[in-house]
């Protein structure tokens, strides 16, 4: 009777201590970095640097403000991340790191339609859960598995909801730093956290102007109402844009 108490009281220790875990957060204590691709496509591959800026409330839930990007918050005990795209409006899971093989994950593609994509394999590396996913990045001929990564966030950046075509996502993480310290880097361009291969003459001036649109499938286009478009500018950098007619 008393091995009996011992063996469940352990088994209920272990079950607390399994609820009560938390994943590491993808925000240093001082300070945080990403370079991020937003889109790319075969003639431009630019990234642009994210540091948090502060706070904001939105629909009563808190977001850290990544200046000319969007709001991304976490839910560290659940290892989810939350990106706030404010050009559409809406909120998107953007990263699960409590998913197991075979689970699924919805991801949005460009048409706004529920696509469900599923768990391929998990791994542990550096002592952070590595979550491999079926969907890819791709573009111009590169192309990498998308994956969930513990205290750094997903591969793919936080934007790649609404992007998705044929299970390829066009935007990538470079590097993230947190603390002053490097946490990751990248495979399709060799580590180098700052890239801009746009094919065009850099523009020195004041104010930045746009250079091109795209559409979402990365084909130059003309400015359309009612339809989600990447701008680019003279800075190298590129937004999403959703103007409507009313």
């Known amino acids: 009777m008393k091995k009996n108490f011992i063996l469940l009281a352990i088994s209920l ?43 904001t409330v939105i629909n009563t839930l808190t977001y850290t403000i990544l200046p000319n990007y969007g709001f991304i918050r976490e839910e560290i005990n659940l290892g989810r991340v939350w990106f706030y795209d404010d050009v559409i409006g809406q909120e998107f899971l953007v990263m699960d790191i409590s998913l197991n093989s075979g689970d699924p994950f919805i991801i949005y593609n460009q048409l706004g339609i529920a696509e469900t994509f599923y768990v391929d394999s998990i791994s542990i590396i550096d002592n952070r859960k590595h979550v491999y996913l079926t969907g890819e990045i791709a573009f111009c001929g590169q192309s990498e598995q998308l994956i969930f990564i513990e205290g750094i966030g997903p591969n793919a950046g936080f934007n790649y909801q609404m992007l998705e075509s044929g299970s390829a996502l066009p935007s ?21 956290c700052d890239i801009c291969d746009a094919g065009i003459e850099q523009i020195s001036e004041s104010k930045k102007t746009v250079l091109k649109i795209y559409d979402v499938l990365g084909r130059e286009c003309q400015e359309t109402d009612n339809t989600p478009l990447l701008y680019l500018y003279s800075d190298g950098t590129v937004k999403r844009v959703y103007k409507t007619n009313d």
């Open 13 to 55: 220790f272990t079950l607390q201590w399994t609820n009560a875990q938390t994943y590491e957060s993808i925000f240093g204590d001082s300070s945080t970095y990403w370079s991020i691709i937003p889109f790319a496509y075969c003639d431009n591959a630019c990234n642009i640097n994210l540091t948090p800026d502060g706070d």
């Open 172 to 192: 990538y993480m470079l590097c993230h730093s947190k603390d002053d310290i490097p946490t990751s880097g990248n495979t399709l361009f060799q580590n180098e």
